[in-house]
């Protein structure tokens, strides 16, 4: 099984749409994150958190929301959806300072496509 | 603005060939910096550098940090076509005294030919 899985895998859906995108790890971590990738563009963070009581804003934030339900569990939504949030979008995990590796552990990604 | 340049965006080669990607940061706080393959979904990690000058090896793939001219490169000698993947390279900062977090780069592209 993977250490942090993403629900849905694919998802199809049209515009004014609420979209939640799930993920859920298995290693342990404090710190998750969300990512969105374009076409050409690497990968942009959305929002992270590196504790369950602690929510940040990332680069391209606007438009979506985050919820920490566990420390385990790190939520996506969006909202309103609109077709330019049409892209591939990864959680990841990593350690803390203490034990910080540097290392960004991923998911295997949730394709949204917004009509 | 924190900010990380790869060059070149894409390439081609044939098998056998030697690459030489580059990555250039303007990172503040500057942790590390890492290197990531990225095939088909999830990347997945290669390096993480933290000083000058010392070269991290793994099979046909090195990299080596220069953190006065603030750059990077991953080299892949006797390129396979397995090697074909888009390789994304990102800088880790500490972020208000205690968080790191990862600026990543657009990604070259490679493709290995037959």
């Known amino acids: 099984d993977a250490d942090v899985t993403q629900t849905p895998r694919n998802r199809i859906t049209k515009t004014g749409k609420r979209i939640m995108l799930e993920c859920s790890q298995t290693?342990?971590?404090?710190?998750m994150y969300w990512y969105r990738q374009d076409p050409g563009l690497g990968l942009q963070l959305i929002y992270y958190?590196?504790?369950?009581?602690?929510?940040n804003k990332g680069e391209i934030s606007d438009g979506y929301s985050v919820s920490r339900q566990a420390q385990a569990k790190f939520s996506l939504s969006l909202e309103s959806a609109i077709p330019n949030q049409t892209a591939l979008y990864f959680c990841?995990?990593?350690?803390?300072?203490?034990?910080?590796?540097?290392?960004?552990?991923f998911g295997e990604g949730s394709r949204l496509t917004v009509l | 603005e924190d900010k990380v340049v790869q060059s070149p965006l894409s390439l081609v080669v044939h098998e056998g060939d030697t690459v030489t990607l580059n990555c250039s940061y303007e990172?503040?706080?500057?942790?590390?910096l890492l290197w990531y393959k990225q095939e088909k979904k999830a990347p997945t990690f290669l390096f993480m550098l933290?000083?000058?000058?010392i070269e991290k090896k793994s099979g046909r793939l090195s990299s080596i940090l220069d953190k006065k001219e603030l750059f990077s490169i991953l080299n892949i000698t006797a390129t396979q076509t397995g090697d074909s993947a888009v390789y994304l390279c990102?800088?880790?900062?500490?972020?208000?005294?205690?968080?790191?977090?990862?600026?990543f780069g657009p990604g070259t592209r490679l493709s290995v030919l037959p």
């Open positions: 990102a800088g880790d900062l500490l972020r208000d005294n205690y968080g790191q977090n990862f600026v």
């Open positions: 290693k342990g971590h404090d710190r």
């Open positions: 958190s590196f504790d369950v009581k602690d929510i």
């Open positions: 990172v503040t706080n500057f942790r590390s």
């Open positions: 933290t000083s000058s000058g």
């Open positions: 990841a995990t990593s350690e803390g300072p203490a034990g910080a590796t540097g290392e960004l552990f």
